[in-house]
């Protein structure tokens, strides 16, 4: 086969922003075929190449590769709001934990994941990392939607909707990985939820498992200084410790959050080459505190950005983390270099794709590549005069400038409208859930 047969449409972009190597290439496009890259260059050279194939015009947008979201609960969308702006402990045992056991079940992990994914299409996401109950049911509103994720099965100590206990949970992870292994578009972890709520003998069965199965463990770690205290009060360790100590700790662990690291803690983290994940908007709605990525970054750790539930943000908007990760490094130790554009585009990007281990397929615009890219109109008051285009995707553009979406080649966003959604009757679910919902909440 030829290779023009192979090339079906050439996106031509007035800016193509490939990630690696850094800095925005003008006047460029992406050849795509059979889902696949299969090249990339100035348009003129391209329209050489490729005489037989369709010609999409972006002329006033920036092409760059599609979002990646490295840690999400995305059915909790059907809680955004529920509770806002109370305690911690008060907002989990008082309103989420008793709103998930009453209503946490197939239905309402497959109408809550479908609101995410219509909120992150929409928002330039292509691919997210999820932890949650149910992922069969997740991977059900993947599959339909054209989307690309990881799912994670939530293992846990004490009765949950879907378990008796971590061991409970554990069968059901081992049955839902074979059973999901051949669907399009979809990789899986073990996801304990967090050394506190997860005791030595299931985290060790949780890594055996995900070491028999190829999986990566996916768990909150270091989210709060409280977290850390309990522990060195319990057993004096500190998570990290304790959880190195039971062997977990490789390149195959995913740490979510990690506000609450020591040079100690960040030397480990570099040895054992974890994958990281920074949650700036959580962390702060929640009063967790500020990762210090500039530290990260200085010790040459890799880490994707990640929106957290729906619930604890209270959105799934990629562009806005990505800005308040760059301010928020930036504010912290009073460094206007730390997490620069550039830097703060890539953790969006090829970060969060080798958080959860998928950097072979996605994360930048190279031939061989998936084809998932998004478009970003610039031709808005937010983004004009225009001088660089990445600082503007970062510091200015908003997620309403996304205008087109392609998963494998497949257009899922066209003009800023779903193609495959059906959002008046997602819509109109999701308020019948959040009516049955709210009439329990103020009962208790």
């Known amino acids: 086969m030829s290779e023009e047969t192979v090339v079906e449409y050439v996106l031509a972009a007035q800016w193509l922003i490939p990630i690696r190597p850094r800095g925005a290439l003008a006047q ?11 090249d990339l260059g100035p348009q003129q050279q391209l329209r050489s190449r490729y005489p037989a194939a369709r010609w999409i015009e972006l002329p006033h947008h920036a092409l760059l590769p599609g979002l990646v979201n490295s840690h999400t609960h995305a059915a909790m969308t059907l809680l955004r709001g529920l509770a806002d702006d109370l305690p911690l402990m008060t907002w989990l045992k008082q ?8 209503f ?10 479908q609101l995410a994914i219509a909120e992150m299409l929409r928002g330039g996401t292509t691919c997210f990392n ?8 997740a991977a059900q509103a993947v599959v339909e939607s054209g989307i690309r994720a990881c799912l994670g099965q939530v293992v846990i100590d004490f009765p949950t909707a879907q378990s008796r206990d971590a061991n409970d949970a554990l069968r059901r992870a081992e049955t839902q990985a074979v059973s999901l292994r051949a ?56 998570p990290l410790q304790r959880l190195d100590e039971l062997g977990l700790l490789d390149d195959r662990f995913l740490a979510v959050h990690m ?7 960040l030397e480990l983290v570099r040895q054992r080459g974890l994958r990281l994940a920074h949650c700036p908007e959580s962390n702060l709605k929640l009063g967790s505190g500020i990762a210090a990525v500039d530290r990260w970054q200085a010790a040459g750790i890799p880490f994707g950005i990640g929106t ?23 504010g912290r130790d009073g460094d206007t270099t730390a997490l620069a554009a550039a830097a703060a585009l890539e953790a969006a990007t090829l970060g969060g794709a080798m958080a959860c281990g998928w950097d072979d397929t996605i994360g930048t615009l190279e031939p061989g590549k998936a084809a998932d890219c998004i478009a970003v109109d610039l031709d808005h008051p937010a983004t004009q005069p225009l001088y660089d285009p990445i600082s503007q995707l970062v510091y200015c553009a908003g997620r309403d400038q ?10 899922l966003v066209e003009n800023a409208d779903w193609t495959r959604l059906d959002w008046s009757h997602l819509k109109s679910q999701a308020q019948e859930w959040a009516r049955r919902i709210a009439a329990k909440d103020r009962q208790t």
Request: net charge negative; aromatic share 6%; glycine share 8%.
């Open 28 to 38: 460029h496009g992406l050849a795509i075929g059979g889902g696949q890259i299969r």
């Open 259 to 265: 506000t609450q690291l020591t040079a100690e803690d």
């Open 104 to 113: 946490v079940g197939p239905e309402f992990v497959a109408l809550g994941t």
């Open 308 to 330: 957290d539930g729906a619930a604890s943000n209270n959105d799934l908007d990629m562009f806005g983390e990505m800005r308040s990760a760059a301010l928020l490094a930036k």
């Open 402 to 411: 996304v205008s087109h979406v392609w998963v494998n080649g497949q257009l």
């Open 183 to 238: 669907l399009p578009r979809i990789r899986q972890s073990v996801a304990p939820h967090a050394p506190y709520t997860v005791q030595d003998p299931a985290l060790r069965a949780a890594k055996e498992l995900a070491e028999s199965l190829d999986l990566f463990l996916h768990m909150h770690v270091h989210e709060t200084a409280h977290e850390v205290e309990q522990a060195i009060a319990q057993d004096g360790r500190r």
């Open 95 to 102: 309103h989420i934990w008793p709103a998930e056991a009453r």
């Open 130 to 137: 999820d932890m949650y109950f149910f992922p069969e049911a």
